[in-house]
């Protein structure tokens, strides 16, 4: 293994007397610094600054982007930050406006870390093992367990075509077998999969599964990989503990892959925490959320070429990534596991299907194009819908009780067999659900984003709704490791943009009527009484620094949390969308015919003043 | 609107490189080191093989245990070859008798190849094949500047050298046909003859699936036309892409569009191009990567005449540099594909119809229009 110089211990890093603290992200195309100071005792987001990523040819050197990014901040700031001799950063701050205290940062330039992970049995090893690279923050290029249907040498000849950083191998149960295991290790060494960046290093595995299997592991994979040995994933079947796994991947990710791929050494040498994978930045914020609030939380980081879903439900988090679903580099494939029709339906006009293939097509083949004209936006924020709701599916899968453990069952259960297979997600349990990613940060009215959020969603009950101001989740995720408190502070008063609370009801009434009453008593002393019919949106207005209580009192076909027509109160927030009464019923249903849905989706977007009318009265584009 | 300007400006996105003579470079990369052919300043034609290896060979998995009756621990004893030793098809490599013979099994190799691995654990005896040997071309005729030691080479040439959009299929050679009169003309079906097999078709503003899949019924070795739809790409290949990362179908013929999906007029510059190289040999490649290492499709036309290395290297696609006067191209709606000039690149971000402020650019359109557009929409080109 690559031994790193550390330079930093961070464990005697004394954080309540830091002044200054510069957080980088060097993503696939743009490598964004942010930076932060302590004011009036507060931690603040002081400026950005941007500029394109350098891993590839010709600089292959990721610190050139990143010198330039910082030297935005410091042109910005006027805070000296770059060593002169070009070797780093300034460390620590010296006043004056020179150097920072802290310097962190995350990654995902060059395809970030990619994996592939293999177990015994699919639904149970493997699936634990993709829940831990997931929770690492990896792209999953593949999961491999003896039973997924392919015979041996199409296992092997798939390994081969891969060329993932790190693979994390799991299998059995202390004390249970190890014939099985033991084989998919075989298939591996058959394999010999070998590592994306450069070709005289060996590939690093974990290996999570059953201890006694270990000396037979490293027998067979030992003298060939980059062999690393954890605790078993699932050491009973009851139990999953992936901790372990991930730890070891972040510290691989760093000390293997990072040092391997071209162009990234300097940046392992400057930084004082370990990098991150950008999406585990990310997850790692939304896990601080949830914490420091005591709330199950739902976030999605709509990318352009990924979908990432996290979930902190009860305290447990998973994270899902759908690699081939975003708005840019992705969209096409939005378009192809959505399919048209379902693009098409959150639109109010009518668009030929062939042009709205080649729209699309030509924002994939120009990635960095924005929409200019209406329908165009429209159009992106359809799709967005499109690729979080198929985000959100895939994490469901994921996001579920452990399989393979034996429950007691009683008769009702027997009736309800099928729930073991859900999800133990419950959106009417969900307080918080957040979105990151260039579309959501920048739609031009705040409302578009919490109307994608809640349609993609599908929110029940009582929600409250932010989005990023501007990227910076990662960045604090990956400072939450350092320093949580300032990470929190910067986080609720200058990254969150709260776009407001929604009260959704559950279910569907057999007649048209008033499906619930609201009333809202506001901070200034008065009250507002809503009621919403059946099949509208309605919202009364309440400002972002603004909280109040309601009362929600739903008809007997609909629940918000407390069961069928029963009254509900809560705090809300408010934000651009105010408190938003979305009494359209869940499932959301959306007509089958043109006309009636496009009436509907008008009705919805005057509603909420969600889009500029001249674009409502357009009927075909 | 502030009067601020901007005396110059970058382009966000890079233009595509449409040159009559650049100085081509190409790295030809074995997949695992191997063996270079060629050395430092030998000349290659497209077809000279330059490096090859040999990729390791099949792996076929045997249950030799299972089939011998015995336990996997006790396999080893029952093994009459052991890792590493060659085998041939139909040896037998492991055999079991008990009752002075009465029970016999064994297990016999399926194919050529060597003992790989046996497993006591899981009673597996896993063969490998024959090594699978694997050569690259040099794929343009030029001269051999750079040996990578035991991983490829670098050629160069004096070329023709046309960037496209977007492309389907790998690397072809063909001569340049031209089968439209203009970079307006669509490319019909009855433009389609026998006089296409073995060439590089180049039609003008739009393609059909029609006219793709006789194109490739007579034989043609690649398309190259301003848009098709998105659509037809799917019909074409029989699936649909999702992501922008393309070069390896399973297609006998190569398809690139210049401009973007739809119906778009070829560009002017390229259409000459191309039309000035009538008859010539090209080596094209539809492989198209968006993300992360962008990677065009490509037309090639070798200079034989001209020696690449008088020429200037030139390592990044020209990008920025815009200001009053350049010449640009709109790459989004509503003016998607039209060609214009910067008028205005003014400071202060502006909104635009979408209601979001964006940096922005005026342009004068071909008609005398003046209209203003994000400055993403935009890419520097000459026309």
Redo the contacts between chains.
């Keep these: 293994m690559v031994a790193m110089e550390r330079r930093y211990d961070l464990s005697k890093l004394d954080v309540s007397k830091m002044q200054v603290i510069l957080a980088t992200d060097v993503g696939?195309?743009t490598t964004k610094a942010r930076f932060f100071k302590k004011i009036n005792g507060h931690w603040r987001f002081i400026c950005a600054g941007e500029a394109p990523t350098t891993?590839?040819?010709?600089f292959e050197d990721v610190t050139m982007g990143l010198r330039n990014a910082i030297r935005e901040v410091e042109e910005l700031t006027g805070h000296k930050i770059l060593r002169d001799d070009g070797q780093g950063i300034i460390i620590p701050y010296q006043g004056e406006n020179v150097g920072v205290d802290l310097y962190v940062s995350t990654s995902s330039?060059?395809?970030g870390l990619q994996m592939m992970v293999a177990g015994v049995v699919k639904t149970m090893t493997a699936e634990s093992a993709e829940r831990a690279a997931l929770g690492a923050g990896a792209i999953v290029m593949d999961v491999m367990a003896i039973d997924d249907g392919r015979p041996?040498?199409k296992k092997?000849e798939r390994m081969r075509f891969l060329r993932p950083d790190m693979i994390l191998l799991a299998g059995g149960t202390d004390g249970g077998t190890?014939?099985?295991v033991?084989?998919m290790a075989?298939?591996i060494?058959?394999?010999?999969p070998?590592p994306r960046f450069g070709?005289g290093y060996k590939l690093p595995i974990v290996y999570a599964g059953n201890k006694d299997?270990r000396e037979?592991i490293k027998k067979?994979l030992g003298d060939k990989f980059e062999l690393t040995i954890v605790d078993n994933i699932r050491p009973v079947l009851e139990v999953e503990v992936v901790e372990p796994a991930r730890d070891a991947i972040h510290r691989l990710f760093m000390e293997h892959v990072m040092a391997h791929a071209p162009g990234y050494h300097k940046l392992t040498e400057w930084v004082m925490a370990p990098v991150m994978p950008t999406p585990a930045g990310e997850g790692m914020m939304f896990r601080t959320i949830a914490r420091m609030w005591r709330i199950n939380v739902l976030g999605v980081g709509l990318g352009g070429?990924t979908t990432n879903v996290y979930s902190v439900y009860e305290g447990k988090f998973v994270r899902t990534v759908s690699a081939?679903l975003g708005m840019s580099?992705?969209i096409?494939?939005v378009?192809?596991?959505a399919g048209t029709k379902n693009i098409m339906r959150w639109l109010p006009f009518r668009v030929d299907?062939?042009?709205l293939?080649?729209?699309?097509?030509?924002?994939?083949?120009?990635?960095?194009?924005?929409?200019?004209?209406?329908?165009?936006?429209m159009i992106e924020h359809a799709v967005a819908r499109e690729a979080i709701r198929l985000g959100f599916e895939h994490h469901k899968q994921l996001a579920r009780g452990l399989r393979g453990v034996q429950r007691r069952r009683t008769i009702a259960d027997i009736f309800e067999q099928s729930l073991e297979e859900e999800t133990y997600i419950d959106m009417m349990n969900i307080q918080l659900v957040g979105g990151t990613g260039g579309l959501l940060s920048?739609t031009?009215?705040r409302v578009q984003a919490a109307l994608i959020l809640i349609d993609a969603f599908q929110v029940k009950g009582v929600t409250r709704l932010m989005c990023d101001s501007i990227f910076m989740m990662p960045h604090l995720g990956v400072l939450s490791t350092v320093y949580p408190e300032a990470a929190m502070e910067i986080f609720e008063r200058d990254c969150i943009v709260k776009l407001g609370t929604c009260i959704a009801l559950d279910g569907h009434a057999k007649k048209p009527g008033p499906a619930v009453k609201v009333t809202a008593y506001l901070p200034d002393g008065k009250v507002v009484e809503k009621v919403v019919n059946y099949g509208e949106i309605a919202n009364i207005p309440l400002g972002d620094e603004e909280t109040a209580k309601v009362i929600i009192e739903p008809s007997s076909d609909f629940d918000v949390g407390m069961g069928k027509g029963k009254k509900r109160e809560a705090k809300v927030w408010g934000g651009a969308g105010g408190i938003i009464i979305d009494a359209r019923g869940r499932p959301l249903k959306l007509p089958e015919d043109f006309e009636t849905r496009r009436k509907m989706l008008i009705s919805w977007f005057k509603a909420l003043n969600a889009y500029?009318e001249s674009i409502l009265e357009v009927e075909e584009i | 609107m502030s009067g601020k300007e901007s005396q110059s400006a970058h382009a966000y996105t890079p233009g595509l490189r449409v040159t009559p003579l650049f100085r081509v470079r190409k790295t030809r990369r074995l997949p695992i080191p191997g063996e270079v052919l060629v050395k430092e300043g030998d000349k290659v034609n497209y077809d000279t093989i330059v490096a090859r290896t040999n990729l390791p060979g099949d792996i076929r998995i045997i249950s030799a245990a299972a089939i011998l009756g015995v336990e996997p621990d006790e396999l080893m004893h029952y093994m009459l070859k052991k890792p590493g030793d060659p085998v041939k098809k139909g040896e037998v490599i492991a055999k079991y008798r008990a009752f002075f013979g009465l029970i016999k099994s064994e297990v016999k190799s399926p194919v050529d190849g060597y003992i790989e691995h046996v497993s006591e654990v899981t009673g597996q005896v896993i063969l490998r094949e024959p090594p699978i040997p694997i050569e690259i071309d040099a794929y343009v005729p030029g001269i051999v500047t750079k040996v990578l030691p035991r991983e490829g080479v670098i050629i160069e040439c004096a070329a023709t050298f046309i960037e496209g959009i977007f492309g389907i299929g790998g690397e072809r050679h063909g001569e340049i046909y031209i089968a439209v009169k203009s970079p307006e003309e669509e490319l019909t079906p009855d433009k389609i003859t026998p006089e296409c097999e073995g060439k590089i078709v180049v039609g003008g503003s739009y393609a059909s699936v029609e006219v793709l899949k006789k194109a490739m019924e007579y034989g043609a070795k690649g398309v190259v036309v301003g848009g098709v739809d998105f659509k037809d790409i799917s019909d074409f290949l029989g699936y649909e892409i999702g992501v922008a990362i393309t070069g390896h179908e399973d297609i006998p013929m190569t398809v690139i569009i210049t401009e973007g999906f739809g119906k778009i007029r070829m560009a002017k510059k390229t259409f000459n191009l191309l039309k000035e190289n009538e008859g010539e040999l090209a080596a094209i490649n539809g492989a198209t990567q968006i993300r992360a290492g962008v990677i065009r499709p490509e037309i090639i036309i070798p200079k034989l005449e001209v020696n690449p290395l008088e020429l200037p290297i030139e390592e990044e696609v020209y990008v920025g540099g815009m200001q009053p006067g350049t010449k640009i191209r709109v790459i989004r709606a509503p003016y998607f594909g039209a060609l214009a000039k910067v008028v205005k690149l003014p400071i202060p971000l502006q909104k635009v119809e979408t209601e979001s402020p964006v940096r922005v650019v005026e342009i004068e359109l071909e008609d005398g229009r003046r209209v203003i557009v994000p400055r993403a929409n935009v890419e520097l080109f000459e026309w």
């Design positions: 696939s195309t891993v590839e040819k010709p330039a060059g395809g041996p040498h092997i190890i014939k099985h033991v084989e075989e298939l060494r058959a394999a010999e070998k070709l299997a037979h067979v070429a081939n580099y992705s096409c494939n378009l192809k596991e299907e062939k042009e293939r080649n729209r699309l097509a030509n924002k994939m083949i120009r990635p960095t194009t924005l929409p200019q004209t209406l329908d165009d936006l920048h031009p009215r500029p």
